[in-house]
């Protein structure tokens, strides 16, 4: 009866470090993202300058 116990409490312990992991690394990549998106936003608006730039030469 005690070992299921243990194991219980091990696999919530276990359960727990894999979620919070996950949360953690999410949170890494949706920050990746956004900072990618921002610099796509920044680039093209660049190349829509430099397209103005050439066609009022």
Same mark, same amino acid.
């Given at each position: 009866m005690m070992e299921i116990y243990l194991f219980s409490i091990i696999g919530l312990i276990i359960l727990f470090? #894999? #979620? %919070?992991?996950?949360?953690r690394?999410? #949170?890494? %990549?949706? =920050? /990746?993202? =956004?900072s990618l998106r921002a610099e796509l936003k920044d680039l093209k608006r /660049? #190349? =829509?300058d430099l397209e103005k730039i050439i066609r009022d030469k």
């Amino acid at each position: 009866m005690m070992e299921i116990y243990l194991f219980s409490i091990i696999g919530l312990i276990i359960l727990f470090l #894999i #979620i %919070t992991y996950a949360v953690r690394y999410g #949170i890494d %990549t949706s =920050k /990746q993202v =956004k900072s990618l998106r921002a610099e796509l936003k920044d680039l093209k608006r /660049q #190349i =829509k300058d430099l397209e103005k730039i050439i066609r009022d030469k």
